[in-house]
Each structure stands twice: as structure tokens, then as C-alpha cells.
């Protein structure tokens, strides 16, 4: 099973970006998806970001579809969300994930990093 280790995260002023990076441990190209979930505090886990395995395909959630933009390294087994234009409401902790195909769904990704803070403040 990969294991994944995000990096990346930090406190920042809204209006700010931020590059978070997530390294896999084993080889994940041409095997995995990745996604990017994250969580607020008192709040669900919720879908981020998603891409296929050759980064051919992108699916994004409404809330920063347009300022964020999610990419994947194959030779170097690490993916990427870049967060422009960030917003209070983009606090959370953000989590990287595999899984067997691209999806929207928590439940369909079987590997987890172990999250990186991202903080907004107004």
C-alpha cells in the first residue's frame, strides 16, 4: 500500500497562494489517481481535487473550481494543488489520497497522507 506525506501547508493572507505538494512512496504512475480532500474543524471531510493517473483528467469541486489547480509528477511519484486567490473559508486540513480511479468519493481512495494545515486569515 502507498503511503503519501503531504507538505506545503501554512498560514497565509487571504488573497495569497500556496503550493501543497504530496509524495507517494511507491511508484504511482500509471496505477493511481489522486485526490485532494480537505477538512474543517466541526466539519465533514470534503472533496477538493482529483486526477487520473496520466493527468489527462481533472475534476474539481464548484467551491475553487478557477483558483485552485491540481497536478501530478509521475517521474518524481508526487502530486501538487496549487491555491490562488485563497479564502477564510479555505481553512482546513488538507489531505492527499490514492485510489484505484479517479473520483469525487472518500470512500473510493485507499490510501491517505496524514494532512498539512492550511490557514486563511481575512
Known amino acids: 500500500q502507498v503511503q503519501l506525506v503531504e507538505s506545503g501547508g501554512g498560514l497565509v493572507q487571504a488573497g495569497g497562494s500556496l503550493r501543497l505538494s504530496c509524495a507517494a512512496s511507491?511508484?504511482?504512475?500509471?496505477?493511481?489517481?489522486m485526490g485532494w480532500f480537505r477538512q474543517a474543524p466541526g466539519k465533514e471531510r470534503e472533496f477538493v481535487a482529483a486526477?487520473?493517473?496520466?493527468?489527462?483528467?481533472?475534476s474539481y469541486a464548484d467551491s475553487v473550481k478557477g483558483r485552485f489547480t491540481i497536478s501530478r509528477d509521475n517521474a518524481k511519484n508526487t502530486e501538487y494543488l496549487e491555491m490562488n486567490s485563497l479564502k477564510p473559508e479555505d481553512t482546513a486540513v488538507y489531505y492527499c489520497?490514492?485510489?484505484?480511479?479517479?473520483?469525487?468519493?472518500?470512500?473510493?481512495?485507499?490510501?491517505w497522507g496524514q494532512g498539512t494545515q492550511v490557514t486563511v486569515s481575512s
Open positions: 489520497a490514492a485510489g484505484r480511479y479517479l473520483s469525487i468519493r472518500k470512500d473510493e481512495y485507499f490510501s
Open positions: 511507491a511508484r504511482t504512475s500509471n496505477v493511481y489517481a
Open positions: 486526477i487520473s493517473w496520466s493527468g489527462s483528467s481533472t
